[in-house]
């Protein structure tokens, strides 16, 4: 009976070695980098669009890169480009449609692209109170599909029907204390 478990570490030997180098081998075949370096691309924009600085920028999944600036929107897909003029800083954002949410001084809205790739604004300036659509946008943010628009005067949430003013006293944006 001995004799039987002398040769079985044996075989359990020669099992271990078997499996653990083909396990070996495959761990050395998973080879990853990693890059200290972050990702860079140079954008050359247009001539009369460079010297102005840059406020926001987003990437839509088709690759089209949206430029707030001073003066207006810039839109670079490829070797295309186009400007919208508008009363600056512009911020944009936008989610996973094919609508790009933007601010500018008294103005916000979206861009939409049409069939032929070419981009509509759309304004929802008139869903503003008279006496609240003087204001300088500070930012844009889009969270969970909620789009929140800060401005010197407050902050607003924007919809496809309406735009909503949050005030301080306002449910969604009333400081709690914490436990």
């Not at 495959?26 to 669009?49: C, D, H, M, T, V």
């Not at 810039?74 to 919208?84: M, T």
């Not at 109170?129 to 902050?155: C, E, L, W």
């Not at 029907?161 to 400081?175: P, Y």
Request: proline share 5%; charged share 20%; hydrophobic share 35%.
């Amino acid at each position: 009976m001995n004799l039987f478990f002398k040769s079985y570490r044996i075989y359990l030997i020669f099992f271990l070695l078997i499996t653990s180098e083909s396990c070996f081998n495959w761990g050395f075949a998973q080879q990853s980098k990693l890059n200290l370096a972050p990702w860079i691309q140079e954008i050359n924009l247009p001539s009369e669009y460079s010297e102005i600085p840059n406020e926001t920028f987003f990437r839509d999944l088709e690759g089209t890169l949206f430029i707030g600036k001073e003066n207006g929107l810039s839109i670079l897909n490829g070797p295309h480009s186009s400007h919208f003029p508008l009363n600056g800083p512009v911020y944009v954002c936008g989610d996973d449609s094919d609508t790009l949410c933007y601010v500018a001084r008294n103005d916000l809205g979206f861009l939409v692209k049409q069939e032929d790739n070419s981009f509509r604004i759309i304004s929802r300036k008139h869903l503003i109170p008279t006496s609240r659509r003087s204001f300088t946008p500070s930012g844009i943010q889009n969270i969970s599909g909620a789009v929140f628009i800060y401005t010197d005067k407050g902050s607003f949430q924007l919809s496809k029907s309406e735009v909503k003013f949050l005030d301080k006293q306002s449910e969604q944006i009333d400081a709690k204390p914490l436990d």
